[in-house]
């Protein structure tokens, strides 16, 4: 069970739906997935072994989905990092998670490009506005049609916890543990399909990315920003249709406070799923009066699937 191959189901029934857009670029399904299998087959050409790590230090953008199916697609495991941690800790994941590549948005690349040296399993930083990723999307035919043949106990994302009492731990999340968390949000919160819009304006490397996959599995059209703002977010509001985004409190908190929340026209949001921290409860029935039985909470997103 690799889900990539379901990625790739989604192309062959929707492949003229968007699948990702960000402030550069739009793809659909079928664009989405021959990036993915070109990227795969870049990776693979890279040598690196079936399950070996690559770590994603990206800012929101749409290259995280094309990278993080690509990871699966070649039989690799992903290790997405938050852009804003300081190089000397994502050294240390690198460090500690043995990874083989590290690919980094720009401005990220060349902070941590030192690490080719320092880190021992490190072969090399590729930046996604370069050459070498380029070389990765090189022109002809895919390099790697079809997803690796995995099981489903294969590391797929190897989640680092945020370290708050101590180092950050790596929660091995297998291909099994995300199909079954997106299985639970359609049980537990909304059943979807390719009329919802999925708008990720949390760092895609944590929680939002990892519910990215129920959306993507069901042919939705996922809007990455490049950070949370509210104008950003109520304008998406206003272009798109069946809206849901995932919050962390500090975001639900400022949403809630923002008089232009209050006065805008909340019909095309469907669901606002929101966790990572406490809320005061006064936040909380304000969010409540605001957009009434939207919400919904979230917890146990590091070492397990969210619940």
Known sequence: MNLSALLFDVARRVPRQLAVSDNRQSLSYSELVERITRLAGGLRAYGPAPGDRVLLALENCSEFFELLFACWTAGLCAVPVNARLHPREVEYIAENSGARLLVATPLLAEALAPLEASVASLERVISTRSGAYDALLASGEPLCPEPATSTPTDRAWLFYTSGTTGKPKGAVLTHRNLLFA??????????????DT????????HGAGL????????????????????PAVLDALQRHQQVS???????L???VHAPEVSAADLGNLRTIYYGGGPMYVADLERAL???????YQLYGQGESPMT
């Not at 999925?198 to 490397?205: D, F, I, M, T």
């Not at 009066?289 to 919400?295: H, T, V």
């Open 211 to 230: 519910y990215a996959l129920p959306f993507l599995l069901k042919g939705a059209h996922q809007i990455v920003l490049p950070h949370f703002d509210v």
């Open 198 to 205: 999925h708008l990720l304006a949390a760092p895609v490397s």
């Open 182 to 195: 997106s299985q639970c949000y359609y049980a537990d919160i909304d059943l979807l399909d390719e009329r």
């Open 289 to 295: 009066e605001i957009f009434g039985s939207r919400l």
């Open 245 to 251: 985004m995932f919050a962390a409190p500090t975001m």
């Open 253 to 255: 908190t400022r949403l």
